[in-house]
């Protein structure tokens, strides 16, 4: 059964810092895993999506890796600004299915 | 607005009751799932559809859960005879897909239920 893992669960930081956001997977078989927002009471707003055979995307300030091998991925925030407050969730759609295995969030806060 | 949007978006109901929520997705979208969030969790998948046929369904989906998609658009999920351990998030994706392909799933507003 894929699980996914999000660490740290909770990050604070100032305006302006570079910040890395992790997640792992437990089974290395995976069309292709997706990034996510999600503003408190809200739903999800895709922010990457990278194909297993893809090293890497990239969307403005927001870059995401992956080591398929390894069964991991980190989300990069250049400049983080008070905005980006929210909650990050990964998520893998594993193979042979059309469905997501999500982690449990990255809670962000980002002060001015 | 062409996202996927989701309706109620509240819904306070006592134990016992019935509840139907609706989901209309993104319209080019053959694919549409529902997923359900508890406070501090990620989403866990419920069920799934491509067009009118319900493919998957996940071991969370009881008796008492049902879903349709009658014409391969728009979708309800109805909760009979709801607990208070129903009271959750429920959300609608959509995603265009073939049976390898892309498949990047986009998220309606979500219905908040509460079970008194």
């Known amino acids: 059964k894929q699980e996914v893992t999000q660490i740290p669960a909770a990050l604070s930081v100032p305006e302006g810092e570079n910040l890395v956001l992790n997640c792992s997977f437990t089974d290395s078989a995976i069309y292709n895993l997706q990034w996510f927002r999600q503003d408190p009471g809200k739903g999800l707003t895709s922010l990457l999506l990278?194909?297993?055979?893809?090293r890497e995307q990239t969307s403005g300030r927001l870059n995401a890796s992956l080591d398929k091998s390894s069964g991991r991925s980190t989300l990069y925030i250049a400049a983080s600004q008070p905005g980006d407050s929210a909650t990050y969730l990964c998520a893998v759609r594993p193979g042979g299915y059309s469905t997501l295995t999500f982690g449990k969030g990255t809670m962000l806060l980002v002060s001015p | 607005d062409t996202g996927v949007s989701q309706d109620p978006r509240h819904k306070i109901t006592k134990r016992g009751q019935n509840v139907t929520f609706r989901c209309d997705p993104i319209?080019?979208?053959?694919?549409l799932y529902w997923y359900r969030q508890t406070l501090g969790q990620g989403p866990e998948f419920l069920t799934y559809?491509?067009?009118?046929?319900?493919?998957?369904k996940s071991r969370l989906l009881s008796d008492r859960f049902s879903a349709e998609r009658p014409k391969g658009s728009f979708s309800t999920l109805e909760i009979q005879r709801t607990e208070q351990g129903d009271s959750a998030m429920y959300l609608c994706?959509?995603?265009?897909?073939?049976?390898?392909?892309?498949?990047?799933?986009?998220f309606g507003p979500g219905t908040r239920l509460t079970v008194l």
């Open positions: 559809f491509q067009n009118e046929a319900q493919l998957e």
């Open positions: 990278i194909q297993s055979s893809q």
């Open positions: 319209s080019e979208h053959n694919r």
């Open positions: 994706a959509s995603s265009f897909g073939l049976s390898s392909s892309y498949n990047e799933q986009f």
